[in-house]
């Protein structure tokens, strides 16, 4: 072993070996203002959800109304998580709520509304797998996959309730 060999301040010549410090953006990762851009995009979009659900379950009987009320309570649920991630990276949490919503609330036939809001859920399930392989802090992560399975079940759950009108929610 020469000296040189032991010198701690020689600097790596393989890019490998500096991958550490190479950008998450760089890696193919999600950077910090794209993430948080979704972030907020998807607290929008839960909160007008949560809402449409909240309003709309006066109006539904039976199984429709317990689904409008499992929507209306993970709708909190995700909202608290996302808003959290938002602000540990952060960011602030945005307070406006998602043009869907008024899309929703005009309609007013309860089934017919309710396959509005399952094309605005498979609109988040396809944006939560765009971006998950593209996620690299663990609980952000974790978080993201586990709230990517609640909406999938509830789209799921949805087509049982709705027959054929949760199959044009699959459509939008």
């Not at 609330?105 to 998950?132: H, N, P, Q, S």
């Amino acid at each position: 072993m020469t000296a040189r060999d032991d010198d701690a301040s020689i600097e790596p010549s393989s890019p490998a070996c500096a991958m550490h410090e190479a950008d998450d953006a760089y890696m193919g990762y999600a950077a910090k203002a794209e993430l948080l851009a979704f972030l907020n995009a998807m607290l929008e979009a839960e909160r007008a959800g949560g809402r449409v659900a909240r309003r709309s379950v006066g109006a539904a009987d039976g199984a429709m109304a317990g689904l409008l009320r499992t929507i209306e309570k993970n709708a909190a649920r995700w909202c608290a998580m996302l808003t959290h991630h938002i602000t540990a990276l952060g960011g602030t949490p945005s307070l406006a709520v998602c043009a869907f919503h008024d899309e929703a609330m005009a309609i007013k036939d309860v089934d017919e509304r309710a396959v509005v809001l399952m094309r605005e859920y498979g609109w988040i399930v396809r944006k939560l797998d765009e971006i998950l392989p593209r996620v690299r802090a663990d609980r952000l992560h974790a978080g993201l996959r586990e709230m990517r399975g609640a909406h999938g079940a509830i789209v799921a759950r949805a087509g049982e309730v709705l027959g054929r009108g949760a199959a044009r929610a699959d459509q939008g």
